[in-house]
């Protein structure tokens, strides 16, 4: 156990639920942000990462549900699970739309289907400190994707250049209903892994590792889809691409990705530090696929 204790801004606590959505993909083309295919398909990556992933974090945290001894915790963790498997099923709805438009991510999700499921999944260890060990290590990977999930959050929330350029509503809501719950609980992994384990040095390890491997899933994943895009000739990916993207505000700007490095190995870090629950809160209560779920609920149309 770690005796770093950073606190948490009480104001940003809330209850969590899952909410309901609902989309309609039939609208939305294959260059959702207008002319900007780059950014369209390094956006698209989430939806190839994130069923895989998001499903394999509700796994382990049914694996870690005993050694939580808090209650309020133990309530957040089940909220943070209802919220991961509808976010996880939202994203892989849209496979099918992108299949139809010519672009089949079935061979790109297999490998990421390997990557949780078999990497990063339950090994044969013996009941006892090799298996706890396990369980904790990819408890902290959990909390060092969350970080960038938020960070991810705040930005899509707040990503006023995509309004502009025209993005595509329907997936301008997608992006922007996860995000806005990813920032409500931004604080569940990172509290989970204190209070189970709260090693600095494990935070600092499972950085590391949770960091390479997302830049090398995403940028596997851009090049799958700019290769594979039917409309393109010569479709390729870059770190120039991304940059110049991130400065012109479709995507989040390497100086800002950058910084966010050393707050999350900060001694002083906590997640609710980052971010805006009532800018969250805001957006779900307005969320044009939350409120279409609630008037099929409710019959009202
Ligand atoms: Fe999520
Ligand atoms: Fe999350």
Redesign the pocket.
Known sequence: MSNTQPAAVASERTELRARKVSFAWERTPLHWVPGDPFSTHTMNVLHLL?PAG?RWFIHVYRQVLPYIHDEQLRRDVIGFIG??AV??QAHDDVLPHLKKLGLDPTPYTAQVDWFFEKLLGDRTLPPGRARRWWLMERVAIIAAIEHY?AFLGDWILNSEALDRKGADPTMLDLLRW?GA??VEHRSVAFEVFMHVDGGYRRRVRTWGLAFSALVFLWQRGVRFFMENDPSLLDGKASFKAFYDSGKRGTLPSTPALLRSIPRYLSHSYHPSQEGSTAQALDYLAHSPAALAAEARTTGTH
């Open positions: 994130l998001e919220q991961e976010h996880s999930t996860h719950e990813e």
